[in-house]
C-alpha cells in the first residue's frame, strides 16, 4: 500500500476493529484517537502540520468488509512552524467500502471531516500537491485500493485549512 496520510488517520480504526473484522454481524469497538505528524509537503507544502483528535465515536466493522464510523469527536491542526492551531468538530459519518485488487472503491462522509489529499489524488486544489481540508456538508471519493482517490464530489462547506494555518 503506498503512504496515504488518510490511510494513516485510519490505521487506528483498523487496529481498533481488526480483531473482529470478519464477523457474521456488524461489531462495533471505541474508535482510536489519531495523532500524527505531517513532515512539511505531506499535508501542507509551506509547513508540518499535526493532526489530533479526542475521539469518543465508534466504529463499526460489517462482515462485508464495510467500515462505519460514528460519534463525537474533536479535532486540532497546528502549523508546526508557526504555532497556529484550528479546532473543529469532526462528528461526520464515515463509510469505507475497501476497494478489492485492481478495483474501486468508495469512501462517503456526511457531516464535518478533515480529508488530507495527496500528490495525484482528485479533490479540491492543485491535485499535483499534497493539501488538507476541513468539510462540513456531504463528500464523496472513488478510491483504488491503495486508497487513492480516483474522484472526489462535495456538497457544502469547506476550508482549505493550509491557507487558514498559514
Known amino acids: 500500500m503506498t503512504q496515504k496520510l488518510f490511510s494513516a488517520t485510519l490505521a487506528a480504526l483498523f487496529m481498533a476493529t481488526s480483531s473482529f473484522a470478519f464477523g457474521a454481524r ?11 505528524i505531517f513532515e512539511q509537503g505531506n499535508a501542507c507544502p509551506s509547513f508540518p502540520v499535526h493532526l489530533q483528535t479526542d475521539a469518543r465515536g465508534y466504529v463499526k466493522v460489517f462482515a462485508s468488509g464495510e467500515i462505519q464510523s460514528t460519534g463525537y469527536e474533536r479535532a486540532s491542526v497546528t502549523n508546526l512552524t508557526s504555532g497556529k492551531q484550528l479546532e473543529f468538530m469532526v462528528n461526520g459519518r464515515v463509510r469505507i ?18 480529508i488530507v489529499f495527496f500528490a495525484g489524488d482528485a479533490g479540491p486544489g492543485v491535485e499535483s500537491e499534497f493539501r488538507m481540508y476541513y468539510f462540513n456538508g456531504h463528500a464523496n471519493a472513488i478510491i483504488d485500493e491503495n486508497f487513492a482517490f480516483l474522484e472526489f464530489a462535495f456538497s457544502g462547506k469547506s476550508v482549505d485549512l493550509c491557507a487558514a494555518l498559514s
Open 26 to 36: 456488524p461489531d462495533k469497538a471505541p474508535e482510536a484517537p489519531a495523532d500524527v
Open 97 to 114: 467500502i475497501l476497494a478489492p485488487s485492481g478495483g474501486e472503491g468508495d469512501l462517503t462522509i456526511t457531516g464535518p471531516q478533515i
